[in-house]
C-alpha cells in the first residue's frame, strides 16, 4: 500500500473475526515499531505479542476501555522503561504499528496505556519489570468492519502559517 | 512509496539545502497530521508552519537541542490544547508528519517540545494560545544527507511472545 494511502485511510476498528494474524505479519509490524524515532536513540520500547485466550480475556477486564481485546486474536503490548521521552518514544512506535498494521491489511486500535488505572496490572500480568510503562494495547486482526471516518477537523482549520 | 519502506527507511536529518518545501507538500503532510488517530476523536491539535527566516532563527535560538532550525526552510511546530492525552495525540500526529516526509523525499528531525524549558517561548513567539502544550518542532526539507542508520535493538530482543 501507498504510505499516504495507509496514513489517512487507517480507521480505529473494534471488531476483529477469528482468523488469526500470521506471525511472519507480527514481525514485520514490530520490525516497523522498533525504526520509530526514538530520543537519543535510546529505543526505552518492549513489545509483547498476546494471542493466548486466556491472556486477552485478562487485558480485556482490566482495560475499561478496551473490553473488546478479550474478543480480539491478537493483541501487542507497548511498554517503555520509565526514561524522560518514554510516552513520546512509545507513542511514535505505536503509530507506526498501527500503519503498518493498516498496510498489511489488518484492523487495529489504540487502547491507551499511561495514566490509566490498569496500568500496573496488565504489566504484571504480562511479567514486565516494575519500572516500565504501559504507553498502549493495540489489539488487531482481520475485520470486514471499516467504521466511516469521524469527522476531522478541516485541513485549514488546523493549518497555519507562519503564526497561529 | 511503500508504507514498510517509509517506516523502516526514515532518519532523523538535520542539514538541509535551500531548496523550499512546496507548499502543496505541506498540505499533503499536515492531510496526514490530521488523520492521526485520537483519544476520542478530540483531534487538539493545530499546526504552524515556520518558512519565514526570521523565524527559524528564533525558533533555533530557543531550542537548545534544534539550532539546526534556524538553518531549515521550513519547520512544523505541533501544539496541542491542554487535554488528558495532549501528548499521545500530538506525538501521534508527528510520527505522521514524518512518514509523510520521507514519503515524499522530503528530510525531517522530530525536536522535542513537551517538557522542555522553551515551550512557552515558542508558544508566545508563534502566537499560540495560552493553554496550549507544545508537543514538537519539526524542521524539514531536502537534503543530500542520509545518515547511517543508528543502531537499532534487534527484533528478537524487542518482541517478546505472550509474555515478556
Chains 1, 2 share one sequence.
Not at 493483541?75 to 500503519?99: H, M, P, Q, R, W
Amino acid at each position: 500500500m501507498q504510505t499516504q494511502e495507509a496514513l489517512t485511510e487507517r480507521r480505529s476498528v473494534r471488531t476483529f473475526n477469528a482468523k488469526p494474524v500470521p506471525s511472519n505479519l507480527i514481525e514485520i509490524i514490530i520490525d516497523c515499531a522498533r525504526h520509530a524515532p526514538t530520543a537519543r536513540n535510546v529505543q526505552p520500547w518492549d513489545f509483547v505479542i498476546v494471542t493466548k485466550k486466556e491472556t486477552l480475556k485478562i487485558l480485556g477486564s482490566l482495560a475499561d476501555n478496551g473490553r473488546f481485546i478479550a474478543e480480539s486474536p491478537c493483541c501487542i503490548a507497548v511498554f517503555c522503561s520509565d526514561t524522560k521521552y518514554y510516552l513520546e518514544d512509545g507513542c511514535a512506535a505505536t503509530e507506526n504499528i498501527l500503519i503498518a498494521a493498516e498496510d498489511l491489511g489488518l484492523s487495529a486500535c489504540w487502547v491507551a496505556g499511561d495514566k490509566k488505572p490498569y496500568c500496573d496490572k496488565v504489566r504484571d500480568s504480562l511479567g514486565a519489570p516494575e519500572d516500565y510503562k504501559l504507553v498502549s494495547l493495540i489489539p488487531l486482526g482481520y475485520s470486514l468492519d471499516k467504521p466511516v471516518m469521524p469527522s476531522k477537523r478541516a485541513l485549514k482549520e488546523v493549518m497555519h502559517m507562519e503564526r497561529y
